[in-house]
């Protein structure tokens, strides 16, 4: 049975892009520099997500799965980064800025960006002589100021670990035999299930 036209347009452009020298550099600047995933480039360019990833990750080219990782963690490096500013953002915020001079609640255009993004909603009422009132509701400081602190390492929670009837831990020594009989055990439960789950699909 054919495929519909539209996926083989995409199969076909999937391949022409592939075949393309600067194909890697692309998808890699797309996540490196951009911040971006593999699925917002791959829609972008009407290309099969499923195709370009196996092509990424064959082993049979481990310098394009390596430039390939790089990006990633680029690319990762910077999420962390932007999460850091906003969390601090909102756990430093300085409340007089949401104010012109004379007190009143400037317009969101002439906030600066940070204070703008610590703004989690703005409430507008009337009164019956038609004048306004509103109310600025701002993200949580505190909570802001704790999401930072746990993810630069500052706070810890502390996990407490026992064995049973709250004892200690129990412990005792494999001899090899008995780990490779322990984890040949474990490998043909997993082939058992997946042999289930695969048998229940066709179905």
């Known amino acids: 049975m054919a495929k519909p036209p539209k996926t083989r347009e995409r199969r076909e452009a999937t391949v022409a892009f592939l075949a393309e020298p600067e194909a890697l550099q692309r998808i890699c600047a797309h996540l490196g520099d951009d911040a971006r995933t593999l699925y917002e480039f791959c829609s972008a360019h009407g290309l099969r997500y499923q195709q370009v990833h196996a092509w990424l990750h064959d082993k049979a080219h481990p310098e394009r799965i390596s430039e390939y990782a790089t990006a990633l963690e680029a690319r990762d490096s910077q999420l962390t980064d932007?999460?850091?500013?906003?969390?601090?953002?909102?756990?430093?915020i300085d409340i007089r800025t949401l104010f012109d001079e004379n007190g009143n609640l400037r317009p969101f255009d002439d906030m600066p960006d940070d204070v703008a993004r610590s703004v989690a909603g703005l409430e507008v009422a009337h009164d019956k002589e038609g004048r306004e009132t509103r109310k600025v509701r701002l993200n949580d400081r505190l909570k802001g100021a704790d999401m930072l602190g746990r993810a630069l390492g500052m706070f810890k929670d502390r996990v407490e670990v026992t064995g049973k009837g709250g004892g200690p831990v129990q412990t005792e020594e494999l001899s090899t035999n008995e780990?490779?009989?322990?984890v040949a055990f474990l490998l043909s439960a997993a082939a058992r299930n997946k042999s289930k789950a695969t048998a229940t699909a066709k179905e």
């Open 82 to 92: 932007r999460v850091h500013r906003v969390m601090r953002e909102v756990a430093e």
């Open 179 to 182: 780990a490779a009989r322990r």
